[in-house]
């Protein structure tokens, strides 16, 4: 083999590794994945939910990537569910290729749309008006046609419209959706409607992936910062604040500019408590 030819493959992977740190949004996926949907749907056949007319809260964590600071977003949120009282039972995280590997937090399922249609469906059946929603998102995104999109395993893709569809049926006492995936602010002003409080990392920009996470769940974990009225709860909204004010880490062109769609009057009450 000619030195230009072995220079060229040493140069390959270094020139790979630099792009997808530039991008921070690129699609790539590893391949040879092996979605386990088991441990997902045994689940759902053991849980029994129903409407109690009393306030229940639900969540759902959905990942389509497997790097490290995807991992550490959903410990971070997952965390904080638990923190604000969030039962366990009724979080469900689907990451990835549905993996439990040494992940720090329980994973219910792979990341594919007809696992999140089953698991959405399935805390409809307990959804009622006195309960507390919550749905976080987080992997790579994109816009075309006029939507944005998540990227998941498998070349999929999560449309905006179709989290909408996924959604019908919904009526919780409110509702709070926070989408970290770059091109994210379609999803918010898309689905912020209703009970619906929806926050995107941004509009039509690319996103670090630990800016919000960081910035808005940390406002849960620094109190006495982020409490502005002093009433000893977090809001939603001051949460929000708190995250305008500290733009996480990760590289300044990748600093975005959140927002907070509601059209609720009570939005500044809302909390995940």
């Known amino acids: 083999m000619g030195l230009v030819k072995k220079l060229g493959k040493a140069i390959v992977p270094f020139a790979l590794a630099g792009s997808m740190f530039l991008t921070g949004c690129d699609s790539y996926q590893p391949q040879n994945q092996r979605l386990e949907q088991r441990r997902l749907e045994q689940r759902i056949a053991r849980q029994e939910y129903v409407q109690n007319n009393t306030r229940d809260k639900y969540g759902i964590l959905f990942s389509g990537n497997t790097d490290s600071r995807y991992r550490e977003n959903l410990s971070l949120v997952y965390n904080t569910l638990v923190q604000e009282g969030f039962d366990k039972n009724n979080i469900f995280v689907l990451d990835y290729d549905g993996h439990q590997d040494d992940k720090k937090y329980p994973v219910d399922g792979a990341a594919t749309k007809d696992n999140l249609q089953k698991t959405l469906e399935e805390i409809r059946k307990g959804l009622d008006n006195q309960d507390i929603f919550f749905m976080y998102t987080t992997d790579h995104g994109g816009r075309e046609d006029g939507e944005s999109n998540i990227s998941l395993p498998n070349s999929e893709e999560l449309k905006e419209s179709e989290l909408q569809d996924y959604l019908k049926g919904f009526n ?69 604040d ?26 500044e009450n809302v909390s995940l408590k």
């Open 242 to 267: 708190y995250s305008l004010k500290n733009g996480g880490r990760g590289p300044w062109f990748f600093r975005q500019t959140p927002k907070f769609v509601s059209e609720l009057d009570s939005a």
């Open 172 to 240: 919780p006492n409110y509702g709070v959706l926070v989408f970290d995936q770059c091109y994210s602010g379609g999803f918010a002003e898309r689905l912020g409607k209703g009970r619906f409080i929806a926050i995107s990392a941004g509009e039509n920009e690319l996103t670090w992936s630990s800016a919000l996470p960081d910035a808005f769940f940390g406002a849960y974990q620094n109190k006495s910062e982020s409490d502005l009225n002093e009433d000893g709860n977090i809001s939603v909204r001051e949460a929000f």
